[in-house]
């Protein structure tokens, strides 16, 4: 690997040291393939003589080949131009190009596909699901974060290195920087993640297993990070017979579809508490701690929901408009208490 003083090799692994002292991890693993990937291309060329044509060879080349199951491109070749652009900048503020190449190209590729991740939307098969994730055996670190993960719909990433020193158990209150939200401008960078009573219990069962370690999810078997691999859940899911039917990141679809459409909760909440960034008319974007109440409520509501579909009990109750609904019956039966029903017919009559 040429690294010659004026090289692209030798601006771009300048760059990486320079994101090995602020970013770790999966991400900083990926951003390192797709500069080998760059590099493989370009890495002995002058940074200076590299232009767009060059560039958009390049691109095009990489997104040839990173096509999908279903024949179409994938978002690297975006990704690739996105860590270029920051090389030809790094090495222009310093005064070896003059030029960003990799800026204009994005255009030029092709829109990206990835389909959406298998996702349950249906309530009856949603309580099959949960009633099958309680037949699983084994290590409690699997059952349970897959009860988490139905409960409070977090990305499995963040459920894994979910921390203790992160968890108030006496407030039902679990703080957390989302991994997806450093660096992206749709996702919130803090989040918290109201507790509702199931999961607080879960968790009290969890720090009788792992409470002295840092991590909820420890695991002695996990050589990296002593926390349980990322594909624990999917592995579950598959032996459950849910392989291309749902997956662990498939409850944030799951909770968005069912908070929306069967307990009727307002789309602002329920993006909230899937750690979007939201903002109101004005452009103000909401806190962490923002709508925490009605938060905290819709949390349990939909808690006690998976409860009552899971032991196949009816559910109307756990509707947000249900409570308008009580109050509205109960107004009308003390009308009809007072007035008696001929005359509440007459008046409702008269108003129509």
Known sequence: MSKTKNSFNHFAWEYFEGLEKTQKG?????????????????????ISEIGSPRMLEVLLDIQANSLNKAGKPTDKAERCAGIASDVFIYA??????????????????????????PAIT???????????????????NTINSL???ALLFVRNGDLRRMRWADVELATGRWQLKPLKGQGKVNMVKDQVVPLPDQAVAILHKQQKINGHTEYVFFSQTAKKHQIISENTANK???????QNIHCAHGFRATA???LQEQLKYPL??????????????NGTAYGRFEYIDDRSDMMQKWADYLDALREGRDTTEFRAD??????????????????????VLELLKNKD
């Not at 009856?124 to 037949?135: H, N, P």
């Open 26 to 46: 999966n991400t900083l693993i990926r951003k390192k393939g797709r500069l080998e990937l760059i590099c493989s291309y370009i890495g002995n060329e002058p």
């Open 147 to 149: 009860r988490l993960l």
């Open 236 to 242: 579950r899911l598959k032996d459950l017979g849910y």
């Open 256 to 258: 968005k579809t069912l």
């Open 122 to 140: 249906h309530p009856k098969d949603f309580a099959k699901l949960l009633r099958a994730i309680e037949t699983i055996v084994g290590d409690p």
């Open 92 to 117: 222009g503020a310093r005064g070896f190009c003059s030029s960003n190449p990799a800026a204009l190209i994005k255009s030029q590729l092709a829109k990206s596909s990835y389909g959406h991740r």
């Open 268 to 281: 602002v909440l329920v993006e909230m508490a899937l750690g979007h960034t939201t903002k109101d008319p």
């Open 322 to 343: 249900a409570q308008n609904k009580a109050d509205s019956t109960a107004q009308l039966k003390a009308l009809i208490d007072q007035l008696g029903e001929d005359k």
